[in-house]
């Protein structure tokens, strides 16, 4: 089982990035996904979260209208597409999937905002 996180870097503040979470070794069409972040020195914590099917997601306020969560299952992967980034984004961000009392976590990518 593994969930592997892509993407993540150095942008300037106003910036995008798209992080890709690839799963293997279970069914991931069957499980949530969610994104979450643990900045430096910090507690982590939720970003955003999808259904199975995809039909059904949440952001936090925090990102609300800058971050998008999105999951191609044919290709079992989740997306984290990060728009109008902000020195506050920088942190780790890390992949998550969840059914019922399965979960699985990825390593982490590492996402810094700086001029």
């Known amino acids: 089982v593994q969930l592997v996180e892509s993407g993540g870097g150095l942008v300037q503040p106003g910036g995008s990035l798209r992080l890709s979470c690839a799963a293997s070794?279970?069914?991931?069409?069957?499980?949530?996904m969610s994104w979450y972040r643990q900045p430096p020195g910090k507690e982590r914590e939720l970003v955003a979260g999808i259904s199975s099917t995809g039909d059904i997601t949440n952001v936090a306020d925090s990102v609300k209208g800058r971050f998008t969560i999105s999951r191609d299952n044919a290709k079992n992967t989740g997306y984290l597409q990060m728009n109008s980034l902000k020195p506050e984004d920088t942190a780790v961000y890390y992949c998550?999937?969840?059914?019922?009392?399965?979960?699985?976590w990825g390593r982490g990518t590492q996402v810094t905002v700086s001029s």
């Open positions: 998550n999937a969840r059914l019922n009392y399965l979960e699985y």
């Open positions: 070794g279970f069914t991931f069409s069957i499980y949530a």
